[in-house]
């Protein structure tokens, strides 16, 4: 049984903060589609469609029949344990740092015999083991044996917890928590044993329903924060930068309009400051920071979580400036998860659809209530996920984009 | 003549007869724009960014990009802002004439009332009573309506909302139509974030001070400060808006030319000397 995790002593200041070092990163082109998959919560592997051999590690060609029409085709991951190593020496700077090390040998249920890493509650071998694919530290898809059932604490596990960015005994800041999903997301994350949770609120004489309640909980803050203000920006990551943990960017501004629906730019533009800048000032402000952190201890800077939209992927005319901004957002996070890359902290890019709130009440439903936009944002958190489509529209859009991009342009642009 | 009078004003100046009293707020990204539902047009907030800072992008100098509305901070209000202004002629900032940015101040201090009532309105009786005491107000003079609301530096405090609306001292309809119709006023001056009063949506007609002062020409100017450093009448003030082409109202730094206390004093001698004898010529009469 994993022992629960305890409160990080606090920081000895005479020492040197640890600087980042990644598990090994290099991938061919072909693995690559195990990071994809893995980045979407998923293990996927290779399935050969003349032979149906599913097969591992990824390569060119069926290592049965040499076929090259191989297919990506979820797996559920479960096998059983075959034999277990403890390493105690490595030459990965990484493992050295973390050693020891527990390794196990998996023959799944699908076929193939994998290698991975060895949850702690993982008993002696011969014993079933599901594997699950996360995104590592440098960004790959790595292989997590873990137990059939759930155990307590598990997510405590010293091993997993290099692999997830879980909330537990961290700091995070919620750039907003005026709006629905920020408010429900400052309750998600208290709940989940973070240590503290900054609260940012723009415009203070404006008081949503709701929010006054946030600031009885003991772990919240209340903090300034409109992210059109660049100054206003800077002076809170001079404040707090050096110690957020986690950064949940939750600033969003949705007006729903496509171009002629209504004259002028001003209503883009407040979409494209918060959207897309507000990003850009965010990221200048608090990224340097949390890269220098990204080893700094058991509660070290892990993650950073951007609520973007399912209309990022294919503009949405009847919401059409907002898609654009939404979309300029994605492009920007993409740069930010690469340049956060050396520092082992992991962008989560969230893609709800419409969410229930008063911009979009004139769609029809489905609509996603904010607080599971929250509850599946702290599911990638905890598990290992970087791309996360909350709800049956999201879902759906990108099930419809991954299929052919230019027949959902045509469909959206059918709706009115 | 004028020389004589120019010249003395800059000796006065220089000697400290004549104070210059600052009636602006700073433009800051914290000073709270006005607010009005979401899916209508709203007014830019304050911004600023730096352009450099004696660095890479500029190694010997410093300086910044802001925006903002025209109507953020200390503003002033042109004609053309309100519907009913839109076809006055000379209605912009761009075309009013130059000789309206200059004119004597009465300042009506209501900070008692507004303490009390933040909804204050200010009435005709109120109006009159001040005349009682300082005399009529000159046509062609600023209105300044001191309710020390410049004092509530806390942006919750100043923006004043609850789920009504917002919750700031104004003029009343009766009032504004009497300024404008019978004694001429140059436009109305406030401490608040308009000219109107908070409630003054749920006024006949909505927002009385602006549809009457812009509709006649007239001028607003609102988020004042200072204005308690203000005398009752004496005061001149000078508020040039930016000369912006078509513009609706600008921010702008207002300044009054205040009699220093000492002068003030002498003045007042003077002035009870005067109404000493008027009286006395009434008495004599009776």
Redesign the interface.
């Known amino acids: 049984m994993t022992r629960p995790l305890t409160r990080p002593p606090r920081k000895n200041p005479i020492l040197r903060t640890r600087v980042p070092n990644l598990p090994p990163g290099s991938r061919s082109r072909v693995t690559l589609g195990l990071t994809a998959a893995a980045a979407r919560g998923r293990l996927e592997l290779q399935t050969c469609r003349d032979c149906g051999t599913v097969q591992y590690p990824p390569r060119e060609a069926c290592r049965v029949c040499l076929s090259q029409r191989l297919e990506w085709k979820v797996q559920n991951g479960t096998g059983e344990l075959l034999s277990e190593t403890t390493l105690h020496h490595s030459n990965e700077l990484f493992y050295r740092e973390r050693l020891p090390w527990r390794l196990g040998m998996v023959r799944l249920d699908c076929g193939p015999v994998v290698v991975a890493h060895l949850h702690g509650d993982c008993v002696r071998p011969p014993s079933r083991v599901c594997i699950h694919a996360n995104i590592d530290r440098a960004g790959q898809a790595a292989l997590v044996a873990m137990p059939e059932k759930d155990t307590p604490n598990m997510a405590d596990d010293r091993q997993l917890r290099e692999m997830t960015c879980d909330p537990k005994f961290r700091k995070v800041l919620i750039t907003d928590a005026k709006s629905p999903v920020g408010q429900s997301l400052v309750e998600a994350i208290v709940k989940a044993g973070a240590d503290l949770v900054w609260a940012g609120y723009a415009e203070p004489w404006k008081k949503p329903p709701g929010f006054e309640r946030l600031s009885s909980l003991p772990q919240v803050s209340l903090v300034p924060l409109d992210l059109t203000d660049s100054r206003a920006v800077k002076n809170l990551a001079g404040e707090i930068g050096g110690r957020v943990d986690i950064l949940i960017n939750t600033a969003d501004h949705h007006r729903n309009y496509g171009i002629n629906a209504r004259e002028g730019i001003e209503v883009a533009r407040a979409e494209m400051d918060i959207n897309y800048f507000g990003l850009l000032r965010l990221a200048q402000e608090f990224a340097p920071a949390m890269r220098a952190r990204g080893a700094d201890g058991q509660s070290s800077a892990v993650a950073w979580v951007n609520l973007l939209s399912i209309f990022a992927l294919s503009n949405f005319p009847p919401h059409g400036t907002y898609s654009a901004s939404k979309a300029a957002a994605l492009s920007l996070a993409q740069c930010l998860r690469a340049e956060f890359a050396p520092a082992g902290v992991r962008v989560i890019n969230v893609f709800p659809g419409p969410i229930d709130d008063e911009w979009n009440q004139a769609l029809p439903p489905p609509q996603i209530a904010p607080s599971r936009v929250a509850a599946e944002i702290l599911e990638a958190l905890r598990g290992g996920a970087e791309d996360v489509f909350p709800g049956d529209v999201a879902e759906d859009w990108m099930a419809r984009w991954r299929d052919n991009p230019k027949v959902l342009e045509r469909e959206l642009a059918a709706m009115r | 003549m004028s020389n004589a009078v120019l010249s003395q004003l800059v000796t006065d100046l220089a000697a400290g007869r004549i104070h210059v009293v600052d009636l602006t707020q700073t433009l800051s ?2 000073f ?1 724009q006005i ?1 009005l539902p979401p ?1 209508m ?2 007014a830019w ?1 304050f ?4 352009t450099s800072r004696y660095d890479a992008r500029g190694p010997g100098w410093y300086w910044n990009n802001f925006s903002c509305s025209e109507h953020t901070g200390t503003h002033f209000d042109a004609p053309i802002h309100w519907i009913s202004g839109r076809h006055l002629p000379d209605n912009s900032t761009d075309t009013i004439p130059a000789r309206s940015f200059i004119a004597p101040a009465c300042v009506i201090d209501c900070s008692r009332e507004a303490a009390t009532d933040a909804d204050f309105l200010l009435t005709v009786a109120f109006l009159r009573q001040w005349e009682r005491r300082h005399g009529r107000i000159p046509a062609g003079s600023w209105i300044l309506m001191r309710t020390d609301w410049s004092k509530r530096t806390d ?2 405090a ?2 004043n ?1 609850d789920e009504t609306g917002q919750h700031t001292p104004g003029p009343g309809t009766e009032a504004v139509k009497f300024l404008v119709d019978e004694r001429q006023v140059l436009g109305f001056g406030s401490e608040a974030i308009g000219t109107d009063a908070g409630q003054a949506f749920h006024l006949k007609p909505p927002y009385p001070c602006h549809y009457y002062m812009h509709g006649s020409g007239r001028f607003g100017l609102q988020c004042l400060t200072n204005l308690d450093l203000l005398p009752p009448t004496g005061a001149v003030v000078i508020a040039a808006p930016l000369k912006i082409k078509d513009g609706s109202g600008s921010p702008l730094r207002v300044l009054a030319l205040v009699p220093s206390p000492d002068t003030i004093a002498q003045a007042n001698e003077r002035g009870k000397k005067k109404s000493t004898r008027k009286r006395n010529v009434v008495r004599k009469k009776r």
């Not at chain 2, 911004?47 to 730096?50: A, F, G, Q």
């Open positions: 990204p914290d709270p607010v899916e047009g709203q907030p911004r600023i960014e730096e942006p919750v100043y923006q909302l």
